[in-house]
């Protein structure tokens, strides 16, 4: 346990360095400005003899105006987790095109990103509003300015009924999913408690038994309870259907995921014919965003890693290349450094499961060919070679595509945003943690 001196230590030293390095960045920028003011000029440069930025710096520059400062992503303090803007913005577009095309919506997944600057941008780009997990991802949403939100997940507890009815009292465009009569009339007393009418969306099973309802009689009554609820607007079903997202191979993903889709398609035409509201059918992710619309009656893609795109995505295969699943380009690195370079065939790099997480497949060297790389332990990665397109020598920097984004996002603070190598902004993953 630390001693009295060393905490006394931390709390007077610990706040007074950050606010020196505040000061001293402050007048550094200030004479950034003054130079540019009196050379007349729009290219700013950083003293050669700053390198390397800590995420506080980084912060300390976002909240001073980050488009002042030129900051190359190889000069961030490393593990960090960054963005490519260009291929990014490509993903979003490639989205939108494709839902025109098939005459649904996307309603994109925020478990993915966590980051309201991104589900921001995403509204931007033409989706209709964003789905979370989790009824604390949804408040942070709400926070930050975004309203059109549908949780997927059915809360079963008092607490979180509670605090998602509290806030579709503030977010009358929030939309809750129920999958039992019981939670139902759970969520219609909350919503009356509050004065309100909350929208809800019956969570249909594709068969894969891990949340929702069966599909066919047991949906449409429940439909039916929904309807008839006094706190409740039944607004129409999902089903997502995760078992089919990642099989390899565009056909037989697709064979699957239409069988498995038929049965909540029979549901909404059950509940066409009983006269309920059927105006929202949404599900399908990633590996299905192409395929969902052939089923009748569906309305959103729920996909969340096509903004992204990790690694074990990249594995499925696409439409029209079996190799590799090439409608979206794979964009969210995590920046690393060699920190040990004196053995033959392999470098230690810092970034290990506490910042790749062990998911597989292992993460992949961005750009590089004949070398792996593994996340095992804690603090440290290993890279091996085996016929390797270039050698790592301890301080240089390598980028990891990510195995799966989701968790890998959860574990970092922020986003830097990059654009021709350069920090182009700094998103705050506010909803990371947010698990409740
Ligand atoms: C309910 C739901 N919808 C959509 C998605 C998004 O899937 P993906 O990230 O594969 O696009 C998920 C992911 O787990 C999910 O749980």
């Not at 939100?149 to 009815?165: E, F, G, R």
């Not at 069988?259 to 590996?287: D, K, P, V, Y």
């Not at 390797?388 to 020598?393: A, D, G, N, Q, V």
């Not at 968790?407 to 945003?417: F, G, K, M, S, T």
Request: glycine residues 8%.
């Amino acid at each position: 346990m630390p001693d009295q001196n060393y905490r006394d230590i931390h709390k007077v030293h610990f706040p007074s360095l950050l606010l020196i390095q505040y000061l001293s960045m402050k007048k550094s920028m200030k004479s950034r400005r003054h130079f540019m003011q009196t050379a007349g000029t729009a290219a700013i440069t950083i003293p050669t003899l700053i390198k390397g930025y800590s995420s506080t710096e980084m912060q300390i520059f976002d909240r001073n105006n980050l488009s002042e400062v030129d900051i190359s992503k190889w000069d961030l303090d490393t593990p960090a987790l960054c963005l490519d803007l260009d291929a990014f913005e490509k993903n979003l577009q490639v989205m939108h095109h494709a839902m025109v095309e098939n005459g649904i919506a996307s309603r994109p997944h925020a478990k993915t990103h966590k980051c309201p600057a991104i589900a921001r941008m995403q509204l931007e780009s033409g989706s209709i509003g964003i789905c979370v997990a989790k009824v604390s991802e949804a408040q942070i949403m709400f926070e930050h300015g975004i309203s059109q939100i549908l949780c997927t997940t059915t809360n079963v507890s008092k607490q979180k009924i509670k605090h998602a009815m509290n806030l579709r009292r503030w977010c009358s465009t929030f939309i809750q999913a129920t999958d039992s009569a019981d939670n139902a009339r759970m969520l219609s007393e909350a919503a009356e408690s509050m004065n309100i009418t909350a929208d809800i969306v019956v969570d249909v099973d594709p068969g894969g038994h891990r949340t929702g309802i069966t599909p066919g009689d047991p949906a449409l009554e429940l439909a039916q309870i929904v309807d008839r609820l006094p706190g409740l607007n039944l607004q129409g079903i999902l089903c997502y259907d995760g078992g089919s997202q990642h099989v390899k191979g565009f056909e037989i993903r697709r064979e699957q995921t239409l069988e498995r889709l038929a049965a909540a398609g029979e549901t909404l035409s059950l509940m066409q014919r009983s006269g309920l509201n059927t105006g929202i059918f949404s599900g399908g992710g990633t590996g299905t965003y192409n395929i969902d619309h052939e089923t009748a009656g569906f309305t959103d893609v729920q996909a969340g890693s096509y903004v992204f795109m990790d690694a074990q995505y990249l594995a499925i295969g696409a439409k029209d290349n079996p190799d590799q699943y090439s409608d979206f380009q794979s964009c969210l690195t995590i920046l690393s450094t060699v920190v040990n370079d004196q053995y033959p065939d392999r470098v230690t790099t810092d970034a290990g499961a506490k910042s790749c997480t062990i998911n597989q497949p292992w993460p992949m060297v961005k750009g590089e060919t004949g070398m792996n790389y593994r996340s095992g332990s804690d603090e440290f990665g290993t890279l091996t070679y085996e016929d390797p397109s270039r050698t790592y020598k301890v301080g240089d920097k390598l980028e990891l595509i990510v195995s799966h984004c989701d968790p890998v996002v959860n574990l970092y603070n922020q986003i830097y945003a990059i654009r021709n190598d350069r920090v182009e902004a700094i998103w705050q993953i506010a909803a990371r943690g947010m698990s409740r």
